[in-house]
């Protein structure tokens, strides 16, 4: 059972226009979510977050939105640049819990 | 300063032997996860420690997987009887006590023939 589900597992965009990653989750006790980015070979890397108290989130390009009712997010990368491409994971946390729970990811590709 | 060390990076093992993966997480983090991404998967959890507290070991998927964490530092996850799909990339993450932001390592992929 998936809790967390990234449904599309890749997006091409042109350099300058807007990415937008979604992500749907199932569990209403989630009340935190993260968005980690991943290169290859490497770890994910923590790009930015949100509390369920919240809607929006913005950091530099990178925003994120919250849907409590709808039980989606999504990452907002403006203007994409071709350093984004990546693998971006969708990860959401119960509160009271430590563990994180993540989407299967999505591969970004920004071209030039 | 230092990140989240992983070692090996590459460890490739017949089936039915027993494996084990080091984790050094950043200096002064209490908290220490243990996750793995088998292929075309997320991220799936496996055990975290916090400071002297009882690990969690609810995502661990069977008996012979285990881990240790000695001094509150260095973290060990043993795998015994290795099967084919144990084949995946073991991911070491640590952070602050209750900090969201988890800092993950490079990982060890694991290859079980």
């Known amino acids: 059972d998936q809790q967390v589900k990234q449904n599309s597992p890749s997006l091409s965009v042109q350099e300058g226009r807007i990415s937008i990653l979604n992500c749907d989750y199932t569990n209403s006790m989630f009340d935190y979510f993260l968005w980690y980015k991943k290169y290859p070979a490497e770890g994910p890397t923590f790009l930015i977050s949100i509390s369920s108290i919240k809607d929006k989130n913005e950091d530099g390009r990178f925003t994120v939105f919250l849907n409590k009712s709808a039980k989606h997010l999504s990452l907002h990368i403006v203007p994409s640049q071709p350093g984004d491409s990546a693998v971006y994971f969708c990860?959401?946390?119960?509160?009271?819990?430590?563990?994180?729970?993540f989407g299967k990811g999505m591969k970004l590709t920004v071209n030039p | 300063g230092a990140g989240v060390s992983q070692s090996p990076s590459n460890k490739v093992t017949e089936k039915g032997k027993d494996v084990e993966l080091r984790c050094d997480p950043i200096s002064g983090h209490t908290a220490l996860y243990w996750y793995r991404q088998s292929l075309g998967q997320g991220l799936e959890f496996l055990i975290y420690?916090?400071?002297?507290?009882?690990?969690?070991k609810s995502g661990l998927p069977s008996d012979r997987f285990s881990a240790e964490r000695t001094g509150g530092s260095v973290s060990t996850l043993t795998i015994q009887r290795t099967q084919q799909e144990d084949s995946a990339v073991y991911l070491c993450a640590s952070s602050f006590q209750g900090a969201y932001e988890q800092y993950f390592g490079p990982g060890t992929r694991l290859t079980v023939t």
């Open positions: 990860a959401a946390r119960k509160g009271g819990s430590e563990k994180l729970v």
């Open positions: 420690f916090q400071g002297n507290s009882a690990p969690d």
